[in-house]
């Protein structure tokens, strides 16, 4: 919204400023983070009012988590209040992937709410049934896909670009819309596996989001595509604003969600925040180096479904307790140490990640 001051600029002065995506990015980040210190206290209060007894513990999970009960949960609405303020004041709304990935974020978040409510007001885990999750998360991102591929320049549409290779594309044709959905809702729903300990979502979200939005920001500049050797999408450069203030509101939550955490992210925040990641990597043309800086989550979504199927199979676990990060805590690693652990492995993953911008 800010960016319209530009137009009072006659190529210099304070409002050329905004014309900088850097500039407004910054801009983006702090509102973000005032926004959550400003906000985080009232809406906690207000969740702990409202919840009563807080998010459900599993009743099979680490004896130490029934310490947090009473710990309340939908704590991902600051995140999403924060990034969406922070968009809308410095992003370019003209710009159809801001509001691409702004929906997809908001629709997601809007899931994750009705699922955490409906397991607060029943006090269990159970909440709205997968199935139902799965689908109106596949509705949401079948829409994102057909904006994206619509707003992809015409050489690029249903095209996989491969990492290191700008010359090679592989043509999905019709099989590149349910493979976007896939992308979307699989990164929805992993990192939403992955919030299960406090902090533990959260740094490494802000971590594959400043990545994301790093990516974002080179592939919008046909300088930087060329001396970097990757596909050019026109208009990206605005989503590092979108990666700015979800890191801002990001620092600001985890504020409140370090341990012991004051609030949890809850659903509303993981599959919001998850669905947006997935999005970034969509309209990026980088869904397979996504697979890698969000390596984390793949492994935790991937150690789910290898419990469940080896159990399904043998009825035997390979794991003491999915997803992953319980299995340490079964195994006597204290709680910080399997959040800070994993924060380093997603910062090493994000800049092997980065390294697949190859230089030429």
């Not at 971590?207 to 974002?216: F, N, S, Y």
Request: cysteine-free.
């Amino acid at each position: 919204m800010l960016y319209w001051l530009t137009t009072f600029s006659d190529g210099g002065g304070v409002f050329n400023l905004f014309n900088y995506i850097t500039v407004r990015a910054g801009g983006a980040f702090f509102t973000a983070l005032i926004f959550g210190f400003i906000f985080g206290p009232p809406l906690i209060n207000l969740l702990r009012r409202r919840q009563g007894r807080g998010q459900p513990i599993r009743e099979d999970g680490p004896a130490t988590h029934f310490a947090k009960a009473g710990t309340p949960t939908m704590g991902g609405v600051l995140i999403l209040g924060a990034v969406t303020v922070a968009t809308l004041l410095f992003g370019r709304l003209d710009n159809p992937y801001v509001w691409l990935v702004l929906g997809v974020t908001i629709s997601f978040g809007a899931i994750g709410f009705v699922d955490d409510y409906a397991k607060v007001s029943a006090g269990n885990t159970k909440g709205v049934p997968g199935r139902v999750r799965l689908l109106l998360g596949f509705i949401i991102a079948a829409i994102a896909g057909a904006v994206a591929i619509w707003a992809h320049p015409a050489e690029l549409q249903g095209q996989l670009a491969m990492p290191f290779f700008k010359d090679v594309l592989l043509n999905l044709g019709y099989f590149y819309l349910p493979f976007v959905m896939i992308v979307i809702v699989g990164s929805a729903n992993a990192v939403n596996l992955t919030d299960g300990l406090d902090g533990l979502a959260i740094m490494p979200v802000m971590i594959a989001a400043g990545t994301l939005g790093v990516i974002a920001y080179a592939v919008g500049r046909v300088d930087f595509t060329d001396y970097l050797d990757v596909h050019y999408v026109p208009g990206t450069g605005e989503l590092l604003i979108f990666a700015a203030g979800l890191i801002g509101g990001g620092l600001g939550f985890l504020w409140y969600n370090a341990p012991p955490a004051a609030v949890f992210m809850g659903d509303t925040g993981s599959l919001a925040l998850g669905g947006a990641l997935g999005t970034i990597a969509v309209v990026t043309k980088h869904e397979l180096v996504w697979a890698i800086i969000g390596g984390l989550f793949v492994v935790e979504a991937m150690s789910v479904i290898i419990q469940v199927l080896y159990f399904k199979s043998t009825g035997k676990r390979v794991f003491l307790m999915a997803p992953i990060h319980h299995h340490f805590e079964k195994k006597g690693w204290a709680e910080p140490q399997v959040v800070i652990r994993f924060w380093i492995i997603a910062l090493i993953l994000a800049l092997i990640g980065l390294a697949t911008l190859k230089v030429r």
